[in-house]
């Protein structure tokens, strides 16, 4: 019987000492970074004038709880952009973040990801970036998401309100380009 505490215990511990950081460990060391551009909103911020859309359109941004958004730029520090890339690529490529769409040119990539089921997505990643402007991560969380409301999220973005952003957090594809 003690015998089988301890190794439940090993076990257990072994499993506790997982040091793979998760997206959420990742925004939450970043968000108060003087590097980082970090606004964490929620939806009807953005979207204040949901009337004017679809039925299809407004029940699916409805069901968008919160975006988290970081960027950083180029010009902050190449070494740093460099290295927070790489940080970025090994946190997404684990397997609870499922590629919905990836793309490569030269000195560009971006990378759309879920977590969650093709039926309910708890999280729609967005991570680009540039040599020339610097990274972008955008996460938006939900309950109940599924393609359909992606879909709809996505021709409902024309609607998105730039101007209810923090005032701190400005334009940010001007901020990257300082």
Known sequence: MKKLICLLS??????????????????VEKEDSAQFISASLPTGTLFQNLDSLSA?????????EKINLLALSKNKDSVLLQKE?????????????????????????????YVGTENEINELIFFGFDSELGLLL????????????IYQIS???????INALPQDFGNIFENLEK
């Open 85 to 113: 890339r790489r940080d970025l690529k090994l946190i997404l490529s684990q397997p609870d973040y499922e590629p919905l769409i990836s793309f490569s040119s030269g000195n560009r990539e971006a990378k759309l990801l």
């Open 56 to 64: 299809e359109q407004n029940n699916s941004l409805k069901k968008i």
């Open 155 to 161: 021709q409902s973005a024309q609607s998105l309100n």
């Open 138 to 149: 955008l996460r938006m969380r939900g309950n109940d998401v599924n393609a359909s409301d």
């Open 10 to 27: 090993c076990i257990f511990i072994v499993g506790a000492c997982n040091d793979k950081k998760s997206l959420q460990e990742y925004f």
